[in-house]
């Protein structure tokens, strides 16, 4: 059974720093491009970054290029994604989702969720 | 602004059929096989019900149908139960990464 856990969200204040996890178990992590998506408080979903299987590629939003940085660790099935410079307008809750092809996302984790504020 | 557009919301009776459209807003942005729909009910993760327009992941009700003509893809959803009352959102591939709809929200009256 393919399982997505998250962790690592909470309360920031802006200009903090949060770094979220995703646990990654079964199905071969490492055959998978995967990716966050994110979902701010009664509004519509929004795609954050993706990694390439095996970590060569990333790709990231324009709005939170340069302060967040997805990552991978595929001996550890795991996903990251390391969040800098908080603003208020990344509160959200953020999935761990599992990329099928070609953008359509498969499995998704049950979420954790980001509050950005002073 | 989305880069697609969804109605805000759909409604129909148990047994009827709904169709929820999906409209780039560029004809690049969706000129391709590469849209999926997900379903959202409240408090819960979305769930892929169709990929690459028009293919059903195994275990997702032979009810939904997926479809496009042109810059437009359409979720259809036959004979209508209370439990498909939720949130309902396209998404396309594009180049610098997948553009979703806004979402639609369906009521089953």
């Not at chain 1, 200009?15 to 009664?42: E, I, K, N, Y």
């Not at chain 1, 590629?57 to 390391?82: A, K, P």
Request: charged share 15%; net charge neutral.
């Amino acid at each position: 059974e393919v399982q997505l856990v998250e962790s690592g969200g909470g309360l920031v204040q802006p200009g903090g720093s949060l770094r979220l996890s995703c646990a990654a178990s079964g199905f071969t992590f490492s055959d998978h491009w995967m990716s966050w998506v994110r979902q701010a408080p009664g509004k519509g979903l929004e795609w954050v970054a993706s990694i390439k299987n095996d970590g060569s590629e990333t790709v990231h939003v324009d709005s939170v290029r340069g302060r967040f940085t997805i990552s991978r660790d595929n001996v550890r099935n795991s996903l990251c994604l390391q969040m800098n410079s908080l603003r208020a307008e990344d509160t959200a809750v953020y999935y761990c989702v599992r990329d099928r092809a070609w953008y359509s996302f498969d499995y998704w984790g049950q979420g954790t969720p980001v509050s950005v504020s002073s | 602004q989305s880069a697609l557009t969804q109605p805000a919301s759909v409604s129909g009776s148990p047994g009827q059929s709904i169709t929820i459209s999906c409209t780039g807003s560029s004809s690049d942005v969706i000129d391709h096989k590469y849209v999926s729909w997900y379903q959202q009910h409240p408090g819960k993760a979305p769930k892929l019900i169709i990929y690459e327009v028009s293919n059903r992941p195994s275990g997702v009700s032979n009810r939904f149908s997926g479809s496009k003509s042109g810059n437009t893809a359409s979720l259809t959803l036959s004979g209508l139960q209370g439990e498909d009352e939720a949130d309902y959102y396209c998404s396309s591939w594009a180049v610098s990464g997948p553009v979703f709809g806004g979402g639609t929200k369906l009521t089953v009256l």
